[in-house]
């Protein structure tokens, strides 16, 4: 592997991107990974303030489930806006909006822009009707035919016109990222959570559960209206455009096979939270929290690099392919040295974390316990949900969206079936249907694999394995140097029932953890350490503002 000159193009692509065009340089995977960051720590301060006022009770029935029954109609908006837009956009947008641009300039590009986003509207808007009108109907399948909350068809109406601003939205956010502009668009996630959490603060108590799902229309609303001045400072033009011209279906062409693999990954989602919806109401909100939880690594590190790399995937893939499957699986592996570690503190500490997260005092010592095993069996996917993201990037770069949708198909019904078997026919908890998940997540990443070897070259060579072999001991150790103290340190000194003591235990264990683990890193003289080491003194140069002279 040209596993020195991978670190530099992966180092310079992202020194070089630049914010607002000025001199002073941020890096751009530490702009989103430090929103993301933020973002979903707000999303846990939401989560458990939702918590704080309506609870989580195992034995609670339909009607007084509020929070589940919240949780679960947020998943039909979340399906149709994720497989018709959000999911699809990134990987046919940025590619295309940057050769666009190259080649005939920002004018034609923002055309093709706006002849796209009329047809997503219409489209959308039809969608979102549907699901208005036929909202009890849409109810009924949720719960699987059990019994629901009558508020759930009031819930789900909310939500679906929250969705109509995230359309344009997403279509900002994307324009942007294609110029390379990831501060603005990174921080919108923020604030929208921050909207949410303020309007349910002042409201809850005159609307209910109603309060948040009008906060997300509110928090929408915010998250379009923050990126638009930027955009018009570029150079945003917008064209009444509503044709169906060559250009705009050979986008929607390419769309469609990412727009299935979003659909199939989040009617994977819908199912398994409506099958936890169905061994009792409140599973449902334990599935949903402990899911947040175990993608908080993945889009951390894995979402974000991917983020910032495709653009400089797409005007990289066509010119060198050596080069570019060098550069895919060096990105991994810079990917795997992170996550791989971080599942292991979250199987090891998933009772700490889970009781500091959501441990509000209506959150009850079974859900905690049950949360716990669910997390468990989540961690188990954690690393390869994390580099499908890079690898299908790799494929987008490719043009190619055909590959990662037969990949995401054959995920989907493997951890369908395993579901319902698990769920309908053993009668298993909520665990197994984290289990199924982790276990399709697992083949999904094999196919991808499968399909690199088969379309582009060969991805599993005997360098990446060595070094994923190193990363995994590494971690293992790191494991037991988390499990030891923890024990020690919970039966002999801290009494975790209060949580300042329980806060000191988990970071002491944590702390204990990541040194050991660079330690171990050190001696199996794993390569991605000097690379981090490198990123992180490039980081507080920057984090200084020290300006750097022009070349």
């Keep these: 592997m040209k596993s020195k000159q991978d670190d530099d193009r992966i180092y310079d692509c992202m020194r070089k991107l630049k914010l607002f065009g000025e001199d002073t340089v941020v890096s751009a995977v530490s702009i989103v990974a430090f929103t993301y960051f933020v973002s979903y720590f707000l999303s846990f301060i939401k989560q458990r303030f939702l918590i704080g006022i309506f609870g989580v009770d195992l034995n609670a029935s339909s009607e007084s489930a509020l929070l589940s029954t919240f949780f679960l109609a947020d ?4 399906l149709i806006f994720n497989a018709t837009v959000a999911g699809s956009l990134s990987a046919v947008l940025i590619p295309a909006f940057t050769k666009k641009s190259q080649k005939e300039g920002n004018a034609k590009a923002w055309e093709m822009v706006s002849g796209l986003l009329n ?15 036929f909202a009890e109907k849409f109810s009924y399948v949720l719960a699987f035919g059990a019994d629901f909350s009558p508020v759930l068809p009031s819930l789900l109406r909310i939500m679906m016109s929250s969705q109509i601003a995230l359309l344009i939205s997403a279509f900002v956010t994307s324009s942007l990222q294609s110029l390379r502009k990831f501060f603005i668009p990174s921080l919108s996630p923020i604030l929208y959570n921050l909207s949410i959490i303020a309007f349910t603060a002042l409201f809850y108590k005159r609307l209910g559960i109603y309060a948040p799902a009008w906060g997300m229309v509110f928090g929408a609303t915010v998250h379009l209206l923050v990126q638009i001045p930027l955009f018009i400072k570029l150079g945003f033009s917008y064209y009444p455009v509503f044709s169906l011209n060559a250009e705009t ?41 402990t899911s947040a939880l175990q993608k908080f690594p993945s889009l951390l590190v894995g979402s974000s690099l991917a983020q910032v790399l495709l653009p400089k995937f797409s005007s990289f893939s066509a010119d060198d392919r050596e080069s570019f499957i060098s ?28 009781r500091l997260v959501y441990g509000a005092s209506k959150f009850s010592w079974d859900s905690t316990i049950a949360s716990s095993y669910t997390l468990a069996f989540f961690s188990l996917s954690i690393f390869s949900q994390s580099i499908n993201y890079i690898l299908a990037r790799a494929f987008y770069a490719s043009e190619d969206t055909k590959n990662p949708l037969k990949a995401g198909l054959g995920a989907f019904f493997l951890s369908a079936f395993l579901s319902i078997v ?15 998940y982790s276990l399709g997540s697992l083949l999904n990443t094999a196919l991808l694999i499968y399909f690199f070897h088969k379309k582009i070259g ?18 293992f150790f790191m494991g037991l140097c988390l499990y030891i103290p923890l024990k020690m340190l919970d039966t002999f000194l801290f009494n975790t029932s209060y949580t300042a003591s329980l806060l000191a235990l988990t970071a002491i264990v944590f702390i204990a953890g990541v040194f050991s ?16 080491k490198r990123l992180f003194a490039n980081f ?4 200084s503002f020290i300006r750097l002279p022009e070349n």
């Design 327 to 354: 550069l895919v699986k060096s990105a991994c592996l810079k990917v795997l040295f992170l996550v791989i570690p971080l599942s292991v503190i979250l199987l090891v500490l998933r009772i700490p974390i889970i």
């Design 75 to 78: 998943k039909i908006p979340s």
């Design 249 to 289: 279906r050979k986008l929607i062409r390419r769309a469609i096979p990412r727009s299935f693999a979003i659909m199939v990954d989040q009617i994977s989602l819908l199912l398994d939270n409506s099958l936890a919806y169905l061994i009792a109401p409140s599973f449902t909100a334990i599935l949903t929290l």
């Design 422 to 436: 698990f769920v309908v026919v053993l009668k298993l908890g909520v665990w197994s249907l984290a289990f199924s």
């Design 119 to 133: 047809v997503s509207f219409v489209f959308f808007f039809l969608c979102c009707l549907i699901v208005i009108v």
């Design 458 to 475: 060969i991805f599993l060579d005997e360098g990446f394995l060595e070094s994923f072999a190193k990363i995994s001991w590494s971690a």
């Design 540 to 543: 507080l140069k920057k984090v």
């Design 517 to 532: 683990y660079v330690g171990i890193a050190k001696v199996l003289r794993i390569s991605e350490i000097n690379f981090f």
